[in-house]
């Protein structure tokens, strides 16, 4: 089983930053990309950034330039440091990976998704 576990999310007034960590644990054979995605009410979810198992990073164009995501392999961790929040950023931050596990199976895991609050 695998598990996907955000943490740092909250409530931040405009132009402040945040920090958002998500550990992936269980039974992982490699991690080929994690990433962050996004879901405001009464929107879809939409892409963020991820980054690759080589260190390749990708970022919507919302977020250039504000956001930065990094990656520890050692401790299967990603972070995206985000600043210069802005209230249109406010949402459920889903950290996501793509993975295989120790069934041989490469597939899409998903966290349960932290709240991140922009308002003054």
């Known amino acids: 089983q695998v598990q996907l576990v955000e943490s740092g999310g909250g409530l931040v007034q405009p132009g402040g930053s945040l920090r958002l960590s998500c550990a992936a644990s269980g039974s992982i054979v490699s991690i080929y990309v994690m990433g962050w995605y996004r879901q405001a009410p009464g929107k879809q979810r939409e892409f963020v950034a991820r980054i690759t198992r080589g260190g390749n990073t990708y970022y919507a164009a919302s977020v250039k330039d504000r956001f930065t995501i990094s990656g520890d392999s050692a401790k299967n961790t990603v972070y995206l440091q985000m600043n210069s929040l802005k209230p249109e950023d406010t949402a459920v931050y889903y950290c996501?990976?793509?993975?295989?596990?120790?069934?041989?199976?490469?597939?899409?895991?998903w966290g349960q998704g932290t709240q991140v609050t922009v308002s003054s």
């Open positions: 996501n990976a793509h993975l295989t596990s120790v069934t041989g199976i490469e597939g899409d895991y």
